[in-house]
């Protein structure tokens, strides 16, 4: 329980340290509050009388210039002022807005206070800073940065000794002071709660002015305890485009143990442990929820973003000297851009097969909540294609997405490769140095394509990336904070490679948030589908292509070892060698190796085939004079060769016709004829 405050002891009580300190000289720190005793220091040095009684009439000009000079501070003071007003109305009181150097701008107060006030000078036009009106709670708190309470003959004049007042200073966006605001009344109405609301006051109006400079940026809001996120208590950082940081209020500062110096060169990635991205897909997602956040401490926050989330999203790399101090962007790397494919999403894949549908719903699931995932299946089963529609489905499609075949470049190059190095690094390397995949990635997804190929010296180096969210390229020390969406794709069972110690097992489980397996080409319900589709694709929109029953039937029966990539490119083939008034997809439009199974797969099938005996007899019937005897085995390529010529000039050169006559594919006559 709170004691009643006395007004009359607290008068005696000051009493006595006036003459203390007045006229003993003595200082009375047991008597008086520091700021207040810091502040009659202050006006004795500054030789000020504490009988003078004079005031200076208000300047009604210097008001409205003062008003001019500080409109930012009084439009977003104004409202609050009113409301402020409006809680302590008929009580002998008002509520007054000073600007920095203590001119009063602005007030509103009960008529009958007002007019004693007056008699003091206080109201707008008057300055009450210290040197012009000694101790008084506006003039006190702009000098000490601090909210005070200036009670009676606290008050350096004892003209002014019949006031109490209480206020609060107001700093900018950049900390810097632009005002106070005050409560003053007659000592004997003394308030208790009034420090605590002007000091409630001033915050709100320091976060009206906060938001409204950083609206068209990021805005983090965070406490360390999450019922204060969203309240007057929260703390507040600003985070442009790059993730750079470009403000922060004081209880942001106190939280995070900053001094404001040192904020041009720190990066949001420096304070944090959750990635950038992971907030902006969580606002994106759900914005009123909140996320807790580890500081790069230990401490744990809760916070929540809001503003210009887009900007955000597509944030690039930063480079940090060796003490970690931020000093500047990593230059532009060319060939880093969103995906190519135009409506590639997680939708798009699905044909129709159960297994990949599940796939694509587990996916969509967590798209945006920052989970690493494996993408097992075959070789061409469509595994990059799969991380390159679950990166452009996420909120962070924009971004770059940026891929690594472990096993296409040798083990020596792939730790530079990913992690980037500085200029003579090594032998061989660049003199300018170069950007590493990860950093690359930055603000994307970093696509790691035949993990399991990936030598365990680096697995541990990767490990540690991912823990910690920093690079650090060959040759330096400098750790370089990155913000990325990991995808990695195996063909190889991880987990067995984990139990034959070929891979480690912390890497393993780092990486494996979400596994997805793929089906196999031959696995999948929707070959059909799926041949329509790429048919589409390949022919393009103003081509009606499609597969012969015969075809569609072998396609569908072949055990398709190269899976899709395979039958993208038997498409791809089939519909190149398609004359210009064909449109129909026929065996012997196929690649020679495909033609050759699918062809035993198409005689066979129930779609009964033209049988080869007849298209050969046809064709020696073409043939008018066909050598017999030992002869004709030594002139067996004369033979063909006659054999085709006839068979073209039968069917008036069309290559398909002729094929399809001498039972062989397209490509198989063209390669014949180009040998002859
Ligand atoms: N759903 C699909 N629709 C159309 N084309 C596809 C689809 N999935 C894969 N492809 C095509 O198949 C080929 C192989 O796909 P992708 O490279 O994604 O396979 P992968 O499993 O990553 O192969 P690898 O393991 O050999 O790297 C690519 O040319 C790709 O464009």
Known sequence: ?????????????????????????????????????????????????????????????????????????????????????EQIRNSHSMVILADAQGMLIQSYGDPDFLSRAEQVALRPGASWNEFDRGTNAVGTALAERNAVNVFGSEHFFESNAFLTCSAAPILDAQGRLIGALDISSDYRA?????????????????????????????????????????????????????????????????????????????????????????????????????????????????????????????????????????????????NVRPTARPGLTLKSLSTGDERLQAAIDKATRVLGRDIPILIQGESGAGKEMFAKAFHNSGPRGQGPFVALNCAAIPETLIESELFGYSGGAFTGARKEGAVGKIQQAHGGTLFLDEIGDMPLSLQARLLRVLQERCVTPLGTNKSIPVDITLVCATHRRLKEEVARGGFREDLYYRLNGL???????????????????????????????????????????????????????????????????????????????????????????????????????????CAEAVPTGAAAFGRLEEIERDMIQRTLEAENGNISAAARRLGISRNTLYRKLGRF
Not at 229 to 245: K, N, R, T
Not at 285 to 292: H, T
Request: hydrophobic fraction near 40%.
């Open 1 to 85: 329980m709170q004691v009643p405050f006395n007004t009359e002891a607290r008068s005696m009580s000051l009493q006595e340290a006036r003459s203390l300190y007045f006229d003993r000289g003595e200082v009375p720190e047991a008597l008086l509050d520091r700021n207040v005793l810091r502040s009659w220091e202050r006006c004795r040095q500054a030789g000020l009388d504490p009988a003078f009684k004079g005031t200076r009439d208000p300047d009604m000009r210097a008001v409205t210039e003062a008003r001019e000079r500080n409109r930012t501070l009084l439009s977003h003071a104004q409202p609050v002022l009113e409301h402020l007003f």
């Open 190 to 334: 003394y308030q208790r709660h009034s420090l605590g609301l002007v000091k409630m006051s001033s915050r709100i109006i320091e976060k009206r002015i906060f938001e409204a400079e950083f609206a068209h940026q990021g805005l983090l809001s965070f406490h360390s305890r999450p019922d204060h996120v969203g309240s007057l208590c929260e703390a507040l950082l600003a985070i442009g485009p790059d993730g750079d940081l470009l403000g922060a209020d004081q209880a942001a500062l106190d939280l995070l143990g900053m001094r404001r110096e040192d904020l041009p060169r720190r990066h949001y990635t420096m304070l944090f442990d959750v990635p950038l991205g992971t907030l902006v897909d969580r606002a994106r997602r759900d914005p009123s929820s909140l996320i807790a956040i580890n500081g790069r401490n230990g401490e744990r926050f809760y916070g929540r973003l809001r503003g210009n989330l887009t900007a955000l999203a597509t944030s690039g790399p930063v480079l940090l000297d060796a003490r970690g101090e931020r000093v500047g962007k990593a230059p532009k790397v060319e």
């Open 515 to 621: 596994c997805i397996n793929l089906p196999s080409l031959r696995e999948r319900s929707d070959i059909g589908s799926l041949i329509d589709k790429l048919l589409r694709e390949e022919a393009g929109p103003d081509r009606n292509v499609t597969v012969s029953s015969r075809v569609m039937d072998a396609f569908l029966n072949y055990r398709w070892p190269g899976n899709i990539r395979q039958l993208g490119n038997v498409i791809k083939v089939g519909i190149a060698l398609l004359d210009d008034d064909e449109d129909v997809i026929e065996t012997w439009h196929l690649p020679d190796d495909v033609f050759e199974e699918i062809g035993a797969l198409a005689s066979s099938s129930p779609v009964t085939p033209e049988p080869v005996t007849a298209r050969v007899a046809e064709t020696m019937a």
